[in-house]
């Protein structure tokens, strides 16, 4: 199936939420905000309104206000040609803009608007004949009876909804939600004798008027053609939808408006020979991709990312983080909300990982949980869009996977990359066993300490977001190589400690680095490495990162609670060269901390003292001499120790 196909099939699955007004939760510094979102059915779509305008049953006016800002979201009909219209004049069946609406706009516009009469003589001849059809709706009918009356604009300024200026027009410094006010967008309820709820009332809400419009305008199509996607006998569409990946979207996926060069010419004697899509067919595509894209899509500045579940079962997310998906729970954080930063290093021996950290067994769990809901023929489908310029929507990546296969693929990357991280949540410190989310993942390898906020600046965070999404999409759908330059980028941060302002930053930065070089060292030689520290290990590499904890450590031992919270130790700051020149740097190291050494109790001290005695008796004497540069396993053997060594602490206290 290909993704039109795709898009088809997730609309047909869940026609029955059409006009059916959803909230998704977004989550950032200031709180959790809902944002709305719709399944629209087909020949209808969603502006912004910012007028709304009560009548009764038989027209007549009986009040007006200002839409308040969270409930501005409106389900309008629309046309072909008033659905995709930019500067040309379209109205729309119903709810429309002042300048369509109202017979006094003459009187109360803009000089300049005047012409726009024409507007109003378009917009009251479509509504006529829609009014005048056998199967018409009476709120169609109560809306034709007003307008026709032509005193909108007088009727809002009596109930002050808009304002004029002294020369009697509307003033052009008033602003309704940042739109001019002859740009307004109205809607209407209608109060009508019958018995209906508040919901019923509201035209924009009412599923009987929604319907009675589809009907309507089916009943206008003409010349029927053959669809070129569903094989079916269709009226064909050549305006096909915009506002795909958010509501001020003027880019199209879809477009065939290039008679003057050489699209087809050659090819084909017209354009319908070269391309044709039912105008049906083409409202289904946009509208369930529209609607996915606002439940469960991410967006990376111009680069639109969404994934779903052919049955709509829920599936964990790829881009998100092992205790995410263990906790079995949904987080959309803002890509910019702020990190928190400066705890201290201590941690107790309770969050402590063994070998077998209860993390992994949690995320497996959580798993097998998925897995009861797939059936044989379930896969996962992602869709990206990215648009070059403002006007032109292209598909950046199509995949699909069985469902099956993709959950595989997901535990395989969390278990290999699986190593001991950090996040905040619920306003704690919270550690897991796993690897970070993709945007966690762009932030700790590009990112830097600014104002107390560790992350990449908003000029260049969705771009950098998009880039590493696109770049670590294979390794975790299709269980490809991490690529190596991160790896290496990741390793390259870990070893320069001094540049982060925080301690907690650097940590997590290094946690990510043994995740990476854990993953990479399984996919090129099938080594596996964990968190748990080996005593046993003669690696050059892995012995040098020991030696380097416990040097950090002895420092770090003598530090005052209070006055030394903002110290770097030697060893740290002198990683960068011993990552380098490790046998030449550790001359240096052990000269430094031999004073620290001596300041700690007689049995802490000969504690160190056997403990560094035990790794150097593990090299061997030419790889200990040997003062080539360090590869990424030194940053396994550096955290491991620490990690033991900070329970070792927690043990004696």
Known sequence: ?????????LYEKNSFRAGVTEYREYRDKDGIRQIPYVLLPVFHATVTAQIEVILDGQGNFLDASRVDNEDKMTVIPV????GSRTAGKAPHPLCDNIQYLAGDYEIYGPEQGKEDGKCFEMYMEALKQWSLWEHTHPKVCAVYEYLKKGRLISDLVHQKVLVLDEDGKLDKAVKLQNVSQEKALVRFVVRQKMAEGPEEEKCWLDSSLQNCFIRYYRFLQGRRELDYLTGKMESSSYLHSKKIRNEGDGAKLISSNDEANFTYRGRFATKEEAFCIGNET????????????RRQGHSFETLMMVTWESDMQRMPDWEADTETISSG???????????????????????????????????CQALKGYRKHVDNTSRMVLLAFDAATTG?????????????????NIEKWHLNCGWMQEKFKNGGRKRYYGVPGVRDIANL???SDSKGVFGIPDKNGKRTYAEISRRLLPCIWDGRELPWDLVMRAVERASSPQIYKERYNWEKV?????????????DKDKEEWDVALDKNCGDRNYLYGRLLAV????EYRTFDAEGDSGRVTNAKRYMTTFSQRPFETWKIIEENFQPYLNKLKVTERRYYENLLNEICDLFEVKAFADNGKLDGLYLLGFHSESLELKKYKSEEN
């Open 551 to 554: 040097a950090d450590r002895i």
């Open 392 to 408: 032109r929507l292209a598909l950046a990546e199509y995949k699909t996977l069985d469902t099956g296969r993709y959950l595989a």
């Open 79 to 82: 046309t072909e040609k008033s």
């Open 1 to 9: 199936m290909n993704w039109e196909g795709e898009l088809l099939d």
């Open 510 to 522: 290094l946690a990510l680095a043994c995740s990476f070089v854990k993953k990479h060292r399984y």
């Open 445 to 447: 390898l590009f990112g």
């Open 329 to 363: 729970t949904e987080t959309n954080e803002d890509p910019f909300a702020d990190d928190m930063a400066g705890y201290g290093e201590e941690i107790s021996q309770s969050i402590i990982p063994d070998g077998n950290p209860w993390t992994a067994e949690q995320f």
């Open 282 to 293: 083409s409202q289904k595509i946009h509208n369930a991709l529209k609607w996915i894209i």
